[in-house]
C-alpha cells in the first residue's frame, strides 16, 4: 500500500519513480495529491501486476506538466477516477498502444473544478493520446473531462472501449476543443451521451460515428450551448459500411430504437445548419 504517500507534500516538485519495484502494491490512491509544487513525474516501466486503485493519485497536483507512464504494465487496475484532477498544467498524456484490461472507472479522470473556468492566468494546452488504447471492461468514464478548459486535443484512432456504458458530461465545458472525432473509436454499448459536450463553446467538428447508436438511451443537452459547431456526424455511421450482395460500400445508418431523452440535446447550437440524425 502506497497510499497517501506524498499527501500534501507541497516541496515536492520531481519524481522519478521509474525504477521502483511496485509488483505487490494494491492501491496507489492519493499517493500524490494535493502536492500543488510538482512539476513532473515518471512511472515509466512500471511492472505494476497487482496494483488496483490509483483513483485521485494526482489530484491537486496543479503545477503538474509531465507525467511519463511509457512502459508501464497495470494489468489489474480497475479505478483510474479523477486520478489527474485539476492538473491545469498538464500538457500531454500519452496512452497510446496501452492495454488496461481490466480498468472499469475512469470517471473525472481528467477533470477540473469548475472554480478554474473563471480564474485569471494562462493555461496549458492539453493533449491526450488514446490512439490504439485498449480498454475492453471500461464501464464508465462520466465527467471524463468536464471542466478541463485546458483540452485541446484527444486523439482517439481505434481506441477499444466497448463496454463503455456512462459518457455522460464527458467532455462538458471543455472550451478550448475545436473538434472530437470518433470515428475510428470503438464504443459499441454507450447507453448515455447526456450533456457530453455541452458548453464546448469552440466546437468545431464533431464525429461520432464510432459509437453505435442502437443501444444509447439519452442525449438529453448533448451539444446544448456548442454554439461553433458546423459539422456533426451522428452516432452509428462510418465511413465504410459491410458491401451489398453486389460488392458496393453501404453507409451504415444510425438506429435512434432505443432513444428515450433527447431534450435539449442541440439547444443554442447557432452555427449549425444541416443536421442528419438518421432513422
Given amino acids: 500500500d502506497i497510499s497517501e504517500m506524498f499527501e500534501y507534500d507541497t516541496s515536492l516538485k520531481e519524481a522519478d519513480l521509474s525504477g521502483w519495484n511496485v509488483s505487490n502494491v494494491l492501491t496507489a490512491q492519493e499517493m500524490f495529491t494535493g502536492c500543488e509544487s510538482l512539476q513532473s513525474v515518471s512511472l515509466s516501466g512500471w511492472q505494476a501486476d497487482n496494483l488496483q486503485d490509483m483513483a485521485n493519485m494526482f489530484s491537486g497536483c496543479v503545477s503538474l506538466t509531465e507525467a511519463d507512464i511509457s512502459g508501464a504494465d497495470f494489468p489489474k487496475l480497475a479505478d483510474a477516477g479523477r486520478m489527474f484532477y485539476d492538473c491545469k498544467n498538464l500538457q500531454t498524456l500519452d496512452l497510446s498502444e496501452m492495454e488496461f484490461p481490466m480498468l472499469h472507472h475512469a470517471d473525472g479522470m481528467f477533470s477540473m473544478d469548475d472554480a478554474e473556468m473563471e480564474a485569471d492566468g494562462e493555461k496549458m494546452a492539453l493533449t491526450v493520446h488514446l490512439d490504439h488504447t ?5 464501464n464508465s468514464a462520466k465527467e471524463l473531462f468536464e471542466n478541463n478548459t485546458s483540452l485541446q ?6 481506441w477499444y472501449a466497448p463496454a463503455l456504458y456512462h459518457a455522460d458530461e464527458m467532455f462538458r465545458n471543455c472550451s478550448a476543443l475545436r473538434e472530437l472525432d470518433f470515428s475510428d473509436a470503438d464504443l459499441q454499448n454507450v447507453h448515455s451521451l447526456q450533456a457530453s459536450f455541452e458548453g464546448c463553446e469552440k466546437l468545431i467538428r464533431l464525429n461520432l ?3 453505435r447508436s442502437d443501444t444509447i438511451r439519452s442525449i438529453a443537452a448533448m451539444c446544448c450551448g456548442c454554439s461553433s459547431l458546423t459539422d456533426y456526424t451522428p452516432p452509428g455511421r462510418t465511413k465504410e459500411g459491410a458491401p451489398d450482395a453486389a460488392g458496393h460500400i453501404q453507409e451504415e445508418r444510425t438506429d435512434w430504437s432505443a432513444l428515450l431523452i433527447a431534450a435539449d440535446a442541440f439547444r443554442d447550437c447557432k452555427a449549425l445548419k444541416n443536421i442528419t440524425m438518421g432513422a
Fill in 209 to 211: 460515428a464510432g459509437i
Fill in 153 to 158: 486535443e484527444v486523439t482517439m484512432n481505434e
Fill in 134 to 138: 485498449r480498454m475492453p471492461a471500461l
